[in-house]
């Protein structure tokens, strides 16, 4: 058994009439309270006023309570576009819009934001996170807490801890020694902590240094004992796996109703294996956050209304605007429409778009701009063509709700039925979608034998097609009535997110004819099991063609020989990011290269745009004109595209992780387990530390990013020469905007140490600003420096006596200006 420190007791702040709530419970209730009632909500306990706490998933959107395109979610672009901003008061605004959607929605607390670290780039959920660099992702960590809280819902930043890879990731042990995790992997929870007072934390699948998240020493030193937590510890869904996590400051297991604790926690306190204070401490947790959340009779919320609201549809434009990242212009950006007749549009992804990563943080929009639909849109009177190019696409990919059409009421959409063993009808829903998803409801999953998926779908052209099914278990599908494939999917490895969230798939065959429908129905088997028990997912539509991937790009150079200009989309897809596995290789799915390298080969003024979430590989980046990259840009991606492309807005974005030449030079790249074992043995050394200490050139490095304006740099000065461990140093930098137009720019400052006796980075961000100018305007960056940049931990933090040097500049990599400052003891 783990040797523990007993909990704390209920801390002496407690509000009293908290602990008088609390003495009206039983034991049972109490312990009732500590696991939820059902995979989203907490227990209500009606006789001391508390209603249910309703969470949901984040961090890039809210979905709510169902996972239903009749509710439509603001689907805002992905962290790492965030993160790429270098702006606090976008990702306070972003945090704000969460709010707002989940107050719109009746969600009390959103699961997110997620503040691992980019540790390798082949990391599943890279997309989802903000940065390599702990100074980055904190104080945008810091910000975007902020902005959820000041609108009355609590924040839950996650995965505490070392939690930066998906490969076995519910058993795998991370090795890490405590410098590590003090200097990088713990400072951005510290900062959401300590300055946005975080009301909520999740604690992860995985072990560190033999214990696993939910039973580990961690969650009270240093969150409780140090920063002064005073929030719940919720657990990631399933994490808690025994009782002796009762032990621990881990205050709520999730999901519910049946988890390890219930009767067996209750059994526990009475034989004395688990102090009743323990469970004391964690209900009265617990109903502090209802409190906050207006849960509670009697209690005041934090927030009774949201105070900071806008609109969220402009915000996603601009946003995706502000993280996008111009990292190569030959000139050639930004395009006058007036001066544009013919554009060739090319790529699988300008058409099916990814505007965000795969897995639990997936939201419902209402409605997705497409690369190519805002091209369309900001240039009414150019000769817009589209060709494919090569297939991105893997699986199945879901019917166009404009396609379909409804048998049981002729609208646009499906009719569901869920059937019995005998074929009786138990329960049915007319759907606008055919990707589909249930977590409880009303659907009777586990009564059910059969689901049945029904609709009239209209081909848009001649030719054969794949209709086909995505979903672990028997299906079986029919055309005009005809049983055309009966197949067994079995899932893929052993991660049970990612067999229901990213399932194989089963097709057949089907010759269309443009404007003809057809009648398709899918069967599934509902009585045998599932990825998750009590939980259904099955998406229904057409699996891409992949005969011929040469007419595919001859049909592109085609199109890009006879245009003005050409822009290639290129990127990933839903099988390479995702939550529940890592990437094996960093090169773009299918024939991409090929494609952009033929492209460009015919039409010099080919434009690059990269739909990934995280890095890949350009072996062809210095053969075109301008390589912007824009992540998983949210639901207004297409506008935001184009308003970029057309110079009606500047690009903001500054790479917030270095980007590779090839796959071979990443410094740190290992996800997989080794015995179970993944050892962090780079220790504080990752992301462009890691670059730099290794002395290998990126194709991008950190911190790079062009605008459409030029800047000058002058004047370093500090306002302190001397830095002691209480006192914050502020930077400033002069700047002059000495292009034509507007522009944005990220000073960026660095410190370096190269005498000492410490094992440091060769440099390392110690802080930044964003300034804004018009043309010919001189502005000053102020950049505050927290004297903790100078400090490394040694059981405490320890701050070397000497000089260090600060180094200013616009990347890691273009750092003109310098200056010394001495830190003291």
Same mark, same amino acid.
Request: with cysteine; aromatic share 6%.
């Given at each position: 058994m783990t040797q523990t420190t007993p909990t704390p007791p209920v801390t002496a702040g407690t509000d009293a009439r908290l602990v008088d709530l609390l003495e009206q419970l039983s034991l049972e209730e109490k312990v009732l309270l500590l696991t939820g009632h059902d995979f989203w909500a907490t227990w209500p306990i009606e006789k001391i006023g508390l209603r249910r706490i309703l969470v949901s998933d984040g961090p890039s959107g809210v979905r709510g309570e169902v996972w239903d395109e009749r509710s439509p979610s603001l689907n805002l672009p992905s962290a790492t576009a965030l993160g790429s901003s270098w702006d606090p008061s976008i990702a306070r605004r972003?945090?704000?819009?969460?709010?707002?959607?989940?107050?719109?929605?009746?969600?009390?607390?959103?699961?997110?934001?997620?503040?691992?670290?980019?540790?390798?780039?082949?990391?599943?959920?890279?997309?989802?996170?903000?940065?390599?660099?702990?100074?980055?992702?904190?104080?945008?960590?810091?910000?975007?807490?902020?902005?959820?809280?000041?609108?009355?819902?609590?924040?839950?930043p996650k995965h505490y801890i070392a939690n930066d890879f998906e490969t076995d990731r519910f058993t795998v042990d991370v090795k890490v020694d405590d410098r590590t995790l003090r200097e990088l992997y713990l400072l951005a929870f510290e900062k959401a902590v300590s300055e946005s007072h975080a009301w909520l934390i999740m604690s992860s699948y995985n072990s560190i240094n033999g214990a696993t998240a939910t039973e580990n020493e961690l969650l009270e030193t240093p969150l409780n004992s140090e920063w002064g937590f005073d929030g719940v510890v919720v657990s990631d869904w399933t994490a808690v796996r025994s009782v002796e996590s009762a032990k621990h400051s881990q205050d709520l297991v999730m999901p519910g109703p049946a988890g390890p604790w219930g009767d067996a926690l209750v059994g526990a306190v009475r034989a004395g294996e688990v102090d009743e204070s323990a469970v004391d401490r964690k209900v009265l947790r617990i109903l502090t956050l209802a409190a906050r959340v207006g849960a509670l009779e009697g209690f005041e919320p934090a927030v009774a209304a949201p105070v900071r609201v806008e609109d969220?549809?402009?915000?996603?434009?601009?946003?995706?605007?502000?993280?996008?990242?111009?990292?190569?212009?030959?000139?050639?950006?930004?395009?006058?429409?007036?001066m544009l007749s013919r554009v060739a549009v090319i790529g699988d992804n300008a058409r099916h778009a990814r505007t965000q990563g795969g897995g639990s943080a997936t939201v419902l929009p209402e409605k997705i701009v497409t690369p190519l639909d805002g091209i369309r849109s900001?240039?009414?009177?150019?000769?817009? =063509?589209?060709?494919?190019?090569?297939?991105?696409?893997?699986?199945? =990919?879901?019917?166009?709700?404009?396609s379909m059409t409804n048998p049981s009421n002729g609208q646009p959409g499906a009719l569901v039925r869920f059937l019995d063993a005998d074929g009786a009808e138990l329960f049915r829903e007319d759907r606008l979608a055919s990707a589909l998803?249930?977590?409880?409801?009303?659907?009777?999953?586990?009564?059910?034998?059969?689901?049945?998926?029904?609709?009239?779908?209209?081909?848009?052209?001649?030719?054969?097609?794949?209709?086909?099914?995505?979903?672990?278990?028997?299906?079986?599908?029919?055309?005009?009535?005809?049983?055309?494939?009966?197949?067994?999917?079995?899932?893929?490895?052993?991660?049970?997110?990612?067999?229901?969230?990213?399932?194989?798939?089963?097709?057949?065959?089907?010759?269309?004819?443009?404007?003809?429908?057809?009648?398709?129905?899918?069967?599934?088997?509902?009585?045998?099991?599932?990825?998750?028990?009590?939980?259904?997912?099955?998406?229904?539509?057409?699996?891409?063609?992949? =005969?011929?991937?040469d007419a595919?790009?001859?049909?592109?150079?085609?199109?890009?020989?006879?245009?003005?200009?050409?822009?290639?989309?290129?990127g990933t897809?839903?099988?390479?990011e995702s939550e529940g596995y890592?990437?094996? =290789?960093?090169?773009?799915?299918?024939?991409?290269?090929?494609?952009?390298?033929?492209?460009?080969?015919?039409?010099?003024?080919?434009?690059?745009?990269?739909?990934?979430?995280?890095?890949?590989?350009?072996?062809?980046?210095?053969?075109?004109?301008?390589?912007?990259?824009?992540w998983f840009g949210g639901q207004e991606y297409g506008d935001a595209l184009a308003d970029i492309l057309l110079g009606l807005a500047e690009p903001g974005g500054r790479l917030p992780t270095t980007w590779p030449v090839a796959q071979e030079d990443v410094p740190v790249l290992d996800v997989t387990p080794k015995d179970g074992i993944v050892r962090y043995e780079e220790g504080i050394h990752i992301g462009y530390r890691a670059w730099l200490k290794a002395g290998t050139e990126p194709a991008y490095p950190f911190g790079h990013g062009l605008g459409y304006t030029t800047w000058e740099l002058t004047d370093l000065t500090i306002d302190s020469p001397t830095v002691t461990s209480e006192i914050e140093l502020t930077a400033s930098v002069r700047l002059t905007n000495t292009g034509e137009r507007v522009g944005k720019q990220v000073v960026q400052v660095y410190a370096s140490r190269p005498d000492s006796s410490i094992d440091r980075p060769v440099r390392w961000l110690v802080g930044y600003a964003a300034v804004s100018a018009e043309a010919g305007q001189s502005v000053t960056a102020t950049v505050t420096i927290p004297a903790r940049s100078f400090a490394d931990w040694q059981d405490g933090w320890h701050y070397e006596p000497g000089v260090f040097q600060l180094f200013a500049g616009t990347s890691v990599a273009d750092l003109p200006l310098g200056t010394t400052v001495e830190v003291t003891a």
């Amino acid at each position: 058994m783990t040797q523990t420190t007993p909990t704390p007791p209920v801390t002496a702040g407690t509000d009293a009439r908290l602990v008088d709530l609390l003495e009206q419970l039983s034991l049972e209730e109490k312990v009732l309270l500590l696991t939820g009632h059902d995979f989203w909500a907490t227990w209500p306990i009606e006789k001391i006023g508390l209603r249910r706490i309703l969470v949901s998933d984040g961090p890039s959107g809210v979905r709510g309570e169902v996972w239903d395109e009749r509710s439509p979610s603001l689907n805002l672009p992905s962290a790492t576009a965030l993160g790429s901003s270098w702006d606090p008061s976008i990702a306070r605004r972003y945090g704000n819009v969460a709010a707002v959607e989940a107050r719109r929605k009746g969600v009390d607390v959103v699961l997110g934001p997620t503040i691992n670290l980019h540790r390798s780039p082949l990391g599943g959920r890279h997309f989802e996170c903000f940065s390599e660099d702990p100074i980055l992702t904190s104080t945008l960590a810091a910000a975007y807490v902020s902005g959820v809280q000041e609108n009355g819902v609590g924040a839950t930043p996650k995965h505490y801890i070392a939690n930066d890879f998906e490969t076995d990731r519910f058993t795998v042990d991370v090795k890490v020694d405590d410098r590590t995790l003090r200097e990088l992997y713990l400072l951005a929870f510290e900062k959401a902590v300590s300055e946005s007072h975080a009301w909520l934390i999740m604690s992860s699948y995985n072990s560190i240094n033999g214990a696993t998240a939910t039973e580990n020493e961690l969650l009270e030193t240093p969150l409780n004992s140090e920063w002064g937590f005073d929030g719940v510890v919720v657990s990631d869904w399933t994490a808690v796996r025994s009782v002796e996590s009762a032990k621990h400051s881990q205050d709520l297991v999730m999901p519910g109703p049946a988890g390890p604790w219930g009767d067996a926690l209750v059994g526990a306190v009475r034989a004395g294996e688990v102090d009743e204070s323990a469970v004391d401490r964690k209900v009265l947790r617990i109903l502090t956050l209802a409190a906050r959340v207006g849960a509670l009779e009697g209690f005041e919320p934090a927030v009774a209304a949201p105070v900071r609201v806008e609109d969220g549809i402009a915000f996603v434009r601009e946003a995706e605007i502000a993280g996008s990242v111009l990292v190569r212009n030959t000139g050639e950006l930004p395009w006058s429409a007036d001066m544009l007749s013919r554009v060739a549009v090319i790529g699988d992804n300008a058409r099916h778009a990814r505007t965000q990563g795969g897995g639990s943080a997936t939201v419902l929009p209402e409605k997705i701009v497409t690369p190519l639909d805002g091209i369309r849109s900001a240039l009414p009177n150019a000769e817009i =063509s589209y060709s494919t190019g090569a297939v991105v696409q893997e699986g199945i =990919s879901e019917f166009p709700l404009d396609s379909m059409t409804n048998p049981s009421n002729g609208q646009p959409g499906a009719l569901v039925r869920f059937l019995d063993a005998d074929g009786a009808e138990l329960f049915r829903e007319d759907r606008l979608a055919s990707a589909l998803i249930w977590f409880g409801g009303d659907a009777p999953i586990t009564r059910s034998s059969v689901l049945e998926f029904s609709t009239r779908y209209l081909p848009e052209e001649s030719g054969d097609i794949l209709v086909g099914f995505a979903a672990v278990g028997v299906g079986r599908i029919y055309i005009d009535g005809e049983l055309v494939r009966e197949a067994t999917v079995e899932s893929v490895g052993t991660d049970l997110g990612a067999a229901f969230l990213a399932p194989p798939s089963a097709s057949a065959p089907v010759a269309v004819r443009a404007g003809e429908p057809i009648e398709i129905k899918v069967e599934f088997d509902t009585s045998g099991p599932t990825a998750l028990d009590g939980v259904l997912g099955i998406t229904i539509g057409i699996e891409p063609d992949r =005969s011929n991937p040469d007419a595919l790009i001859a049909e592109a150079v085609a199109a890009a020989r006879e245009a003005d200009v050409a822009v290639v989309v290129v990127g990933t897809n839903a099988k390479v990011e995702s939550e529940g596995y890592d990437r094996d =290789s960093l090169v773009l799915p299918g024939r991409q290269d090929e494609l952009v390298a033929a492209v460009a080969a015919v039409n010099p003024r080919t434009v690059v745009v990269v739909n990934s979430g995280s890095p890949v590989l350009l072996p062809w980046r210095n053969d075109v004109a301008a390589v912007l990259l824009t992540w998983f840009g949210g639901q207004e991606y297409g506008d935001a595209l184009a308003d970029i492309l057309l110079g009606l807005a500047e690009p903001g974005g500054r790479l917030p992780t270095t980007w590779p030449v090839a796959q071979e030079d990443v410094p740190v790249l290992d996800v997989t387990p080794k015995d179970g074992i993944v050892r962090y043995e780079e220790g504080i050394h990752i992301g462009y530390r890691a670059w730099l200490k290794a002395g290998t050139e990126p194709a991008y490095p950190f911190g790079h990013g062009l605008g459409y304006t030029t800047w000058e740099l002058t004047d370093l000065t500090i306002d302190s020469p001397t830095v002691t461990s209480e006192i914050e140093l502020t930077a400033s930098v002069r700047l002059t905007n000495t292009g034509e137009r507007v522009g944005k720019q990220v000073v960026q400052v660095y410190a370096s140490r190269p005498d000492s006796s410490i094992d440091r980075p060769v440099r390392w961000l110690v802080g930044y600003a964003a300034v804004s100018a018009e043309a010919g305007q001189s502005v000053t960056a102020t950049v505050t420096i927290p004297a903790r940049s100078f400090a490394d931990w040694q059981d405490g933090w320890h701050y070397e006596p000497g000089v260090f040097q600060l180094f200013a500049g616009t990347s890691v990599a273009d750092l003109p200006l310098g200056t010394t400052v001495e830190v003291t003891a």
